[in-house]
């Protein structure tokens, strides 16, 4: 079969993409780490929660102020007032903010606030936000279906690309197998798979595919040897009062361990 | 765990809940077939396919006039022409209309020529989407994402329900496993977990979940032995021609002989 | 790729392979049911379950004397004992019997007294029971791997073949997926696939797809609808207290009942 | 649920089980690693590559002399012959042997060469030779079944342990899920999962997970970065040639390469 993308390939492009936010930059053989909570809970949380990234080595401050939620009885986000948190966190620490977009309703003013908007696992087939975020000035964050194959998920970037935005980051966070004793399955073969087909930058998320705490780290530290370009980690200052997800949230301490560790085994790794 | 969905349980209503359109009740014990093609193309093929699959007691037609394609090159859909086209297949044929409706944009559109409104595998999870359905006064044929779970399933319908719109069909369309002599793994053992769990009728769509038409006819059967509340089929009279689906549309002719099997074997199902 | 067997093929053999045990033949259209306990578990147990499914219309009795369980503390079938019961059941109702031969240790004891030598799931690689099964002269079931592909099954079926013995039954028993309403996934597309692929008899297993009695029903409605060559169906007088598979195995009444429904789907299947 | 195991569980034995093999030791918190071709050829062939991975700093030589093949076809290994070879390669190198038993029959003759016993994928419910493994004083290298959950693996340990053999080393070699870049996926979850459950030592097996050598690096890598207690490595001098396996093996410059960036990520990890 021929490949059947065209924009994303390595083959249209051959050298690797660098998309630059902020300080970071995804793609040029560094190793940015977006850290931050599940959802915004309030400004003081959010505050806390990106000193406490900032300063042991985050380069982007995520948190979700829209969330998709497979109930309709969850908490569902702040909505506005959680972006205007987030544009807080932003003035005060410096860090750009990562964000999720959930649909095209809402696209316009989650845009005006996030430096990097995310497209979830549930929506990585709604073509219509794909083609609103391929007419986005901002890089997107595409993260992988939880039963997307590469081919599905790099068609997915190009319809971004085919609208004109070519700054896609990939976020590889799990697919669904039989497996019960994490939440999903995260799949780090994927990496190489998605360096060799495609010249964007592809980083990943070991809090979603894991649910849980001990087994991100260990994930994380996995992440950062697989030759991703780089890492997103949930970071709560109380996991256990968190509103969503909080059972696979690192506390501050154990993420400014880790981002030792990390720091290190990506210096291992990127040396030729 | 506690069961998280309310409107949809069966702890909630125990009666079945019964979905009329036109001549067609889903979830009465009766077995309504819906076919038709996979895309709407023109004008004369979807009366000539709408002809054939009513003379052999197809009760709704389907077709699409919005087509969710994996890549952004394929044939999208001939858009509100195709809707055009459906409403003069009503009206010639007498048959209702069943159709897709991708994103909240188009809905109020689609809502207007459609008699049925259906919500594909990919949107399952598109909650701006259920929310709209939720608002709507059509019936919804909720098909079930490729790798949802039986719990996701509902909670995607509660979405729809707690918005006011009781009318919910739900499709099993196959599911995402390492199996590559079929497209999708057809999950029949999900009828009757959704009779035990729900109200809502469910249908069967073999066409989508084996993408092979000897295979579509031996599923047809299985899912009318299933116990299941309907079944949809793709039918198209040129087969060979198609712009999407081809493999797996059954000839009319086929369509013919397989109504007769599967009127038959409902027939014994059916008894007490 | 060209496919890897060679005697299991439609392109070696055109016409269907047709296996005759007792009054029951596989693979020349007629549909043989197989019922019986899980495990042997006492000589009245298996006469009064043996002439309640002949009652039923059951051409071969199937029951455990060594069974293969998961942890190495359940209860591991009575060995000989449970062979000698089941020679016993044979003597008293004429009905053939199928039992599970586990390792080439046993083999010349089991194959002493079974009719049909049944290979499981777990064992679907285990070569060097596969070859000794192919220098047998009885017929072998063989269990479809939980994680098996077509082409890994047919293959297994070759190592049977190529040793002499062609009398290989092939049983779908369901997939292991994601899903959790069911214990494994039956795949009933399968049915077709092998029969595109090979001449070899296909019967269908719900009982341990399923592992809920409700879910048995239903699937062994859907085996006879899909074109398989049989169904083997657990049965047991006092489910309740099975020492294994209790809540999987139906009641003798709901087995007869069942029955009458199972033979009315196959001659409306079997007609051209 | 109550947990069914009880000799492998972290309940039973709190402290780590260490395995002492020639230099290696497995769960004191160093990283051995085990490597060598999937074949053994011809003695020239494994002393070759013997020498290059004893180079390297493997600490084992693997290599098989009984293959389980999809295919009655393909390149079964070369038995016994083989099996002398390994003991020249023990002889000349001083490396300990790891290869792999297929069934109880050639037990006794592996176990005479073998230094550790590795009981494959396909095996692992295999419950006869589980049971010779257990009266055997040898380690033994129990793989995780393709479709094998955390507590089917774990019991599969148990059936081991209870015959009294508590040497055995568990390794992940990827899971079989819908993907297609990799041969199978990877489950580096499952080695924290089985740090908490469990006191046996964990290793890992990227080459038959990725089947393809880019990714083996990076898998191998991440595996370090893990906490796992080790890899095995699949190394052959001329892949191109290789019986069997040859897409996936290292070449052996790649592996003196890799396996300075294994161990200096492995002190990483390794500091508290």
Known sequence: MTKPYKLV?????????????GDAVFGDGSFPVIAGPCAV?????????????????AKIFRGGAFKPRTSPYSFQGLGKEGLLFLA?????????????VMDVETFDLVEEY??????????????????RAGNSDKPILLKRGMAATLAEWLMAAEYILEQGNTNVILCERGIRTFVTHSRNTLDLSVVQAVKKESHLPVIVDPSHAAGIRD??????????????????????????????????SLYPDQFFMAMKKIKAIHAIIGKE
């Open 114 to 131: 996030a430096d990097i908007l995310q497209i979830g696992s549930r929506n990585m087939h709604n073509f219509s936000l794909l083609r």
């Open 9 to 21: 390939g390595r083959n249209f492009q051959q050298k690797n993409t660098h998309i630059q936010v």
């Open 215 to 248: 087994q991100v780290i260990s994930l994380a530290y996995a992440s950062a040897a697989s030759g991703a370009d780089g890492v997103m980690i949930e970071v709560h200052n109380h996991p256990e009062d968190a509103l969503s997800d909080g059972t696979q």
């Open 88 to 100: 807080k966190v932003r003035e005060e620490t410096g860090l750009p903010i990562a964000t999720e």
């Open 41 to 57: 809970e309030n400004e003081k949380q959010v505050i806390s929660i990106a000193n406490s990234v900032k300063n042991a080595g």
